[in-house]
């Protein structure tokens, strides 16, 4: 089993919609959670940074944590075209740092 | 902020040449890493360092993969001779301490034929 599990996509919604994006992760070590987002032909920028079970909101994204599934989920309220881009999880344990593989979005106008 | 500056943005070589890439870390952050980035793997941990000391290079593929950090402010990844499955998405990060999230730069696009 991998250390994290994330479905790649693409995932195509339309504009304005709520998206749910989600890992899987099989160490309960793991004690920061993470979220990127990577345009194109760019870097990847972190988005949201969450420590314990539950939600952290920032604007139109909410990270959500459940350790005891092991499942991580980022949602993004009212959706824009400029949402589209590949987000990655990301998990930390004593300088260990593991990613998901990515998931492709596309919000269609 | 300048953040994570890297350098070259795209390489273009023939296989057997020798390629460096080039990265300057936030200022403060203790800790340097290099990563490479394809379609099949995702993003994979080439090196890190702390402190400009190398803590975990056993996501170095080969022997012809090399990464110096002789100073806290720059940083270089090495690949001699090249080949051309080495072409992938080189991106450098860097973070203050080890439970501190990353930050990318905007990575070097290799390229060789």
């Known amino acids: 089993q991998k250390e994290v599990e994330q479905d790649p996509g693409p995932l195509s919604v339309p504009e304005g919609a709520i998206v749910s994006l989600n890992c899987t992760y099989s160490?309960?070590?793991?004690?920061?959670f993470m979220w990127y987002r990577q345009y194109s032909r760019k870097g990847p920028e972190l988005l949201m940074y969450t420590y314990s079970s539950g939600n952290k909101e920032d604007g139109r994204f909410t990270a959500q944590v459940d350790k005891s599934s092991k499942y991580i989920s980022l949602f993004i309220r009212d959706s824009q075209p400029s949402d589209s881009a590949t987000y990655l999880c990301a998990m930390i344990n004593d300088d260990k740092i593991i990613f998901g593989k990515g998931t492709r979005l596309h919000i269609l106008p | 902020d300048a953040g994570v500056i890297q350098s070259p943005r795209h390489e273009v070589t023939e296989m057997g040449q020798e390629v460096t890439l080039r990265c300057k870390p936030i200022?403060?952050?203790?800790?340097l890493f290099w990563y490479r980035q394809t379609m099949m793997r995702g993003l994979e941990l080439l090196i890190y360092f702390n402190n400009n000391v190398p803590i975990d290079d056993s996501g170095m593929p080969e022997d012809r993969f090399s990464a110096k950090m002789p100073n806290a402010s720059f940083s270089t990844l090495k690949i001699q001779p090249s080949e051309p499955r080495d072409s992938a998405v080189y991106f450098c990060?860097?973070?203050?301490?080890?439970?501190?999230?990353?930050?990318f730069g905007n990575g070097t696009r290799l390229t060789v034929t």
């Open positions: 160490n309960s070590a793991f004690q920061y």
């Open positions: 990060a860097s973070n203050r301490d080890s439970n501190s999230p990353l930050h």
């Open positions: 200022s403060g952050h203790n800790s």
